[in-house]
């Protein structure tokens, strides 16, 4: 079952880098990534059916991040859609960072479902979508820096984030939401793609433009 968009619905984008994708920077807000894309694919498609499009992805943010700031930029903006994308700070790879702390993922489904439980309490139509990580050995961004990481870090890093994932479907199926399955969908496009999964994220964790298209692509399949 889709998500109906209805003419003059708002939707809210929101969760961290991969949807912040320099909004700021945007003439309208919505940054150079997958909001972007959906929003045109979305006029292109129906321009009988406005929508009013918003983006309040911030870079590097976790699941405690949202909390702080859910009131004044989701809830108050009474959307009718919110679409979140959060996880992969709330990974194991900061803990190289000087305040490195890991957030084990009863912690993490915690305070997502206390973001979420507001916005179905209101009504509003609800997609999440997982976190991912594709298989890159090289330099990850991070708090600002580059990491440089291996086939071990990948491992630990998988080992943490799957936990997350489940979380992300389980809240999904709880709440009755609407759930793109992004990690399985890049490890799928990695393996029948000859040129590999930097073509999808070139560190493995913040999607190239051929990877933020995918995204849209997806996100369009859940609504109607």
Known sequence: MTITVRPGSTVMFTGDSITDCRRLESEDGLGFGYPLRIAGEWGLRHPDRPVTWLNTGTGGNRVRDLEARWRSDVLDARPDVVSVLVGVNDMGWHTIDPEGY????????????????????????LILIEPFLLP???????????????EKERKEWRADLDPKIRVVRGLARRYGAQLLEADAMFAELAAATAAGPEHWAADGVHPTPAGHAALAAAWLRLVA
């Open 136 to 150: 890159i050995h090289g330099v990850v961004e991070a708090g600002g820096g580059g990491v440089q990481i291996g």
């Open 102 to 125: 890991v957030i084990p993922a009863a912690e993490f489904e915690a305070g997502y479902d206390r973001l979420l439980a507001p916005l179905a309490e209101a009504g509003t139509e």
